[in-house]
């Protein structure tokens, strides 16, 4: 068996970091304090040159996944950034106000992102039926649901996971994300057998800058990719591969 390690990062030193530590693929984001947004211009050209497959996060505020034409037509323009860069996919999705996925959006952004890897991303955690959203990510075109499964950790959501997976049935993957290192990852595997695991293999950030804590530029929340939790991790898979 094999798998693959995605790992979130957020700036430059996440991404060497991350790749030192031998994740499979990068999916690169900003503000992953806010649960991941589109990344910069420059760290999009920075990780275009990356030895192993990236997918950006396309995301354009943080809140809920219920967006509008402004919000769409940013997404759309992001989308086309991302393949002009030379990335390998993105990473999207959308939401009905009552959680369900806003299939006719999600179409418009799939078409534009024709040719590149497609993650279905958290969105999915607020559907009401995951069975249905599996069968819907599978029409729609992505090849990978990440997913905690509607739970705040993977661990806590494992028994959809599970679910999603065996609704899957190898037509897409199911990849388990929240909370996954290299202590809840072997407790996830003995459960279902995923093809792929995220994690943002990452300690908390002290502030550099006592000054700028002070003056509210830095996070509480904000954390650093660790090579040596990405490699812990890594090291746990089996046969962890190259997407």
């Keep these: 068996m094999t798998m693959l390690l995605e790992v979130c990062v957020d700036d430059a030193a996440g991404l060497a970091a991350a790749i030192a530590g031998g994740a499979d693929r990068i999916e690169l984001c900003s503000a992953l304090e806010q649960g991941g947004l589109t990344p910069s211009p420059g760290l999009i050209a920075l990780a275009a040159g990356s030895s192993v497959p990236v997918r950006a996060m396309i995301r354009p505020r943080p809140g809920d996944f219920v967006f509008d034409e402004a919000d769409v037509q940013t997404m759309l323009g992001d989308i086309a950034a991302m393949r002009a860069a030379g990335l390998e996919g993105v990473v999207l999705g959308a939401s009905l106000p009552d959680g369900r996925l806003d299939r006719d959006l999600i179409r418009r952004l799939m078409e534009a992102a024709r040719g590149l890897g497609t993650t279905l991303h958290r969105a999915v955690d607020l559907v009401p039926d995951m069975a249905e959203a599996v069968e819907q990510a599978v029409v729609l075109g992505f090849d990978t649901i990440l997913t905690s499964g509607g739970a705040l950790t993977a661990l806590e959501g494992i028994d959809t996971i599970a679910h999603a997976h065996h609704v899957a049935a190898g037509r897409l993957t ?6 996954v290192n290299d202590t809840t990852a072997p407790q996830l595997l003995s459960r279902v057998a995923l093809g792929a695991l995220h994690g943002s293999c ?7 800058s006592p000054a700028a804590a002070r003056l509210g530029f830095v996070s509480p929340a904000r954390r650093r990719t660790s090579t040596s939790k990405v490699a812990a991790l890594k090291a746990l898979l089996p046969q962890s591969r190259s997407a």
């Design 174 to 179: 199911i990849m388990a994300g929240a909370g």
């Design 202 to 208: 990452s300690g908390p950030a002290p502030a550099a």
